[in-house]
């Protein structure tokens, strides 16, 4: 029989999420940091994310935060620019969404950006009845 060596079980390796509730100060980007708002999420500790000056990159998910911090598409992040790729970036930090809209207040964030909500393509506006239900009057009915 093999003998315990490690230290405890998958129950440990869990851990605890204490840090969950406690409040913390908020950390306003630097040079060479940006501000971005996650697209999507592509695996492998990797996403998709639209930077606040209008550049897609694609982020890198720090071990530190690596299974600790979940990040969804919609989020709003901290990410470090590199010097030799434009194209991507490393996440460092991920505002709570009680953050992200004090980052809006300041005016670190522009008025449009959407906080809180899932990125799910191009907003569509429905001011009446669109094609969401076609009416069929009795004589139509009657026709089939």
């Given amino acids: ?9 998958k129950n440990r390796k869990r851990g605890k999420n204490e ?21 999507r999420m592509l695996g492998n500790g990797r996403c998709e994310a639209t ?3 209008g ?4 982020c890198h998910i ?4 690596h ?3 979940w ?31 004090l980052l809006k207040a300041y005016g670190e964030l522009p008025e449009t950006t959407r906080l809180n909500e899932g990125i799910g393509g191009v907003d569509e506006e429905d001011d009446g009845p669109g094609d969401d239900y076609i ?3 009795d004589e139509d009915i009657d026709k089939l």
């Fill in 1 to 9: 029989m093999p003998k315990n060596k490690g230290k405890g079980g």
């Fill in 19 to 39: 840090a969950d509730d406690e409040k913390r100060e908020l950390v306003f980007k630097e040079d060479g940091q940006e501000y971005a708002q996650v697209t």
């Fill in 51 to 53: 930077c606040i000056d």
């Fill in 55 to 58: 550049v897609k990159r694609l």
């Fill in 62 to 65: 720090r071990g530190k935060m």
């Fill in 67 to 69: 299974k600790k911090v």
């Fill in 71 to 101: 990040i969804a598409a919609g989020d709003i992040i901290l990410v470090g620019l590199r010097d030799y790729q434009d194209d991507k970036a490393d996440v460092i930090l991920k505002y709570m969404p009680d953050e992200a809209r």
């Fill in 135 to 137: 009416e069929f009057e």
